[in-house]
């Protein structure tokens, strides 16, 4: 009797090319009407290059049955929240913009303690940090008023960090960073601030800084669920938005800022028509001038 070998099939390689213009539309439009952020067409390559990634994480075979995928999950899914970091990633880091940093240190937060000492006002303070990412700016902040607010411990300090994507905020609770997020970090704030170990992000902030920060998840589109913030900072996040989506964005920001209160932009915001009754103090803050 001979012996008969059955030889399996070879699966052919799945190759993934870039999304068509028909494809590229559809996750366009859904990505805008789930999160506000605009995908312009010639961002196909980007696009391509991050839904390939998602296709191999899931195991799914195409982009069509992973925008199929997609439509049918629920805006809080764990998937939508993976896909929205790859296509909103950016660079974060501690101290980002130093002029920026220094006004906060060397007036805002000054000027805060002055007046609290003079009981001009309360020993409060409340700032949010939108598109806060993996906390980096929030901290920053947490830094800067346990520098130079005396006695900041008597205060009653609330610094919101929000995010639309859930996995940023996980490592934002963490208060972890790598060196090269740590890299403007001032030696002496290191040694005050943060404790250092192993790993890819060896730098952790301690509890004086972590006891300040609450981080949320939110989407900036929607109305915020908190305000009367004396300081809000919107830095690098409006790129990706439409002129639409820009003005939701703007109005939902500015109606959270008290009366008197400041909105601190980054400089390629563009928001100068944008935000009505507030003065422009420099050409990235703006002061709400209604009372």
């Known amino acids: 009797m001979g012996l008969t070998q059955t030889i399996e099939p070879i699966a052919p390689a799945v190759v993934f090319d870039q999304v068509t213009d028909q494809q590229l539309a559809r996750f366009a439009d859904l990505i805008y009407d789930r999160s506000g952020i605009l995908v312009p067409s010639h961002k196909k390559m980007l696009l391509s290059n991050r839904l390939r990634r998602r296709l191999r994480d899931t195991g799914i075979a195409n982009f069509d049955d992973y925008y199929r995928h997609l439509k049918r999950l629920k805006p809080d899914d764990s998937e939508w929240d993976a896909f929205l970091q790859e296509i909103t990633t950016h660079e974060t880091y501690l101290f980002r913009d130093k002029v920026q940093w220094d006004w906060f240190r060397g007036d805002f937060l000054v000027q805060c303690a002055s007046d609290a000492m003079a009981g001009r006002r309360q020993r409060s303070l409340r700032i949010w940090s939108t598109a806060c990412s993996t906390g980096d700016e929030p901290t920053t902040v947490a830094c800067c008023i346990a520098d130079r607010i005396p006695n900041f411990r008597q205060w009653n300090v609330r610094v919101i960090g929000t995010d639309i994507a859930v996995g940023a905020l996980k490592q934002a609770k963490c208060g972890v960073f790598s060196e090269q997020a ?24 301690k509890p004086v800084l972590r006891e300040m920060l609450l981080f949320k998840q939110h989407n900036l589109m929607d109305p915020p669920s908190e305000r009367m913030f004396d300081l809000v900072l919107l830095k690098n996040v409006l790129i990706y938005f439409d002129a639409r989506s820009k003005r939701t964005v703007v109005d939902n920001v500015c109606s959270a800022i008290r009366p008197g209160g400041l909105l601190l ?9 944008l935000i009505g009754d507030f003065q422009c103090i420099k050409p990235w803050l703006y002061r709400n001038c209604t009372f």
Do not use: H, N
Request: aromatic share 12%; with cysteine.
């Open 182 to 205: 740590m890299r403007l970090v001032d030696k002496s704030y290191c040694k005050r601030f943060f404790t250092k170990t192993d790993g890819e992000q060896p730098w952790r902030s």
């Open 265 to 273: 932009a980054g400089a390629t915001e563009g928001i100068s028509g």
